[in-house]
């Protein structure tokens, strides 16, 4: 078969179209490429968890994405679990912090202290 005249031909006399055709096979594979390198990565990032839902099997990469969408949102809904512990928490704290102000600031109005006053400020300080 005689070599094709598009590829013995200088760059500067094909046609865009002609370029764009040479250059989508390699453009395809990079972008293949770049697709398996970051699967690839996944699977070791996440290789203890893989080992722990299938282990000993091989796993195919749509298994892999499978799996990282999986424990992401696993992850994410433990993430809002914390997040709303917490808050309601400091929540919490807040409000019995504010309690704290208003019953001093009630309990400081009156000029003479009674024992019972005294007692729960001193509970309160404690």
């Known amino acids: 078969m005689a070599p094709s ?15 764009n055709k040479l250059r989508k096979p390699v453009v395809e594979k990079m972008r293949r ?10 699977k070791l990032l996440l290789e203890k968890e893989f080992q722990r839902h299938q282990p000993n099997s091989k796993l195919e990469k749509a ?20 997040a709303f512990h917490k808050s309601s928490q400091s929540d919490f704290r807040e ?24 007692k729960l400020l001193s509970h309160f300080q404690k």
């Open 63 to 82: 298994d892999i994405l499978e799996m990282t969408v999986s424990y992401l949102k696993q992850q994410s809904q433990l993430q809002m679990k914390r």
């Open 95 to 118: 409000g019995y912090s504010r309690c704290l102000q208003e019953a001093f600031h009630f309990l400081s109005l009156h000029k003479v202290r009674t024992e019972t006053q005294t």
């Open 5 to 19: 005249s598009v590829f013995l031909e200088p760059d500067n006399l094909l046609t865009p179209k002609e370029k």
């Open 33 to 42: 490429d770049r697709i398996n390198s970051s699967i690839e990565q996944l």
